[in-house]
């Protein structure tokens, strides 16, 4: 009877420590859950709110960004994506869609091997975003909620749109953020007739232009080219 007793009382204390650290918990993770994830500087977006990244809170690399990227710049496999984009974009500009002097969004742009190829190409105004920042090539933005004003760019370029969680909304930011008349390039795994019209009814505000299997960093891809109407 005095030992069940004794063990009465360790248990009640036990259960009092338990509840007092799971308050201490949740009273810490209160005061410091951040308001937003959104960095004050960071751009106004005027549209909808969708769903977001999570929060970047994934420590920042111990190598400076410069020296970081002149290593990753100088792999060969670094260099082969880049000229493999420089030679898709030289085709879209003797297509007669691209000039140095238009402004090309690349939606989804990963570590921004296309923004860096279009550069080169000699492309004056380039932006590139992606759910994780690349810094210079590349800034955070999510592609379903783009924080750009509507009819800016003169091309939209995207490889990702397969991977889209909206792929709807994804294609609607696209072309919103394209000017009227201007075009939305989109390239995903080869495919044929059918999986083509799908991708092309996604667009509501465009025409088609083109379709066309190309070779891109070394996989056979579909190219689909849409012309933005006039709104
Ligand atoms: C575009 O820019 C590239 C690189 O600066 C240059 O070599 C090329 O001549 C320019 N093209 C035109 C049409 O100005
Ligand atoms: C198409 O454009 C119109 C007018 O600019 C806009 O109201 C509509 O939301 C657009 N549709 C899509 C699917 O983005
Ligand atoms: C692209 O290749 C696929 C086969 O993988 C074929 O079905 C399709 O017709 C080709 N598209 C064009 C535009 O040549």
Redesign the pocket.
């Known amino acids: 009877m005095v030992m069940e007793r004794h063990i009465q009382i360790f248990l009640n204390r036990l259960s009092f420590v338990s509840i007092t650290i799971a308050t201490l918990t949740l009273l810490l993770l209160f005061l410091q859950t951040p308001q937003t994830c959104v960095p004050p500087n960071s751009p106004p977006k005027p549209h909808l709110k969708f769903p977001k990244s999570s929060c970047d809170s994934s420590p920042r690399e111990l190598l400076p960004i410069d020296k970081k990227n002149r290593r990753l710049w100088s792999s060969n496999s670094w260099q082969s994506k880049v000229s493999s984009f420089s030679h898709f974009f030289t085709s879209i500009r003797h297509l007669g869609f691209l000039h140095n002097h238009s402004k090309v969004l690349c939606v989804s742009a990963g570590a921004g091997h296309e923004v860096m190829a279009l550069s080169k190409l000699g492309t004056l105004d380039v932006t590139g975003v992606e759910l994780v920042d690349s810094p210079p090539l590349v800034s955070r933005a999510d592609p379903h909620n783009l924080p750009f004003f ?1 009819n800016i760019f003169d091309l939209v370029y995207t490889g990702h749109l397969e991977e889209a969680l909206f792929p ?1 909304r994804f ?2 930011e696209m ?2 953020t394209a000017r009227g008349n201007g075009v939305c390039v989109v390239v995903v795994e080869e495919c044929g007739d059918d999986d083509v019209r799908q991708i092309v009814g996604l667009f ?2 465009s025409s088609l232009v083109s379709v066309a299997n190309v070779s891109l960093v070394g996989l056979r891809m579909t190219r689909i080219i849409m012309r933005t ?1 006039m ?1």
């Open positions: 509507d709807a294609v609607s072309e919103r509501q505000n109407r709104s």
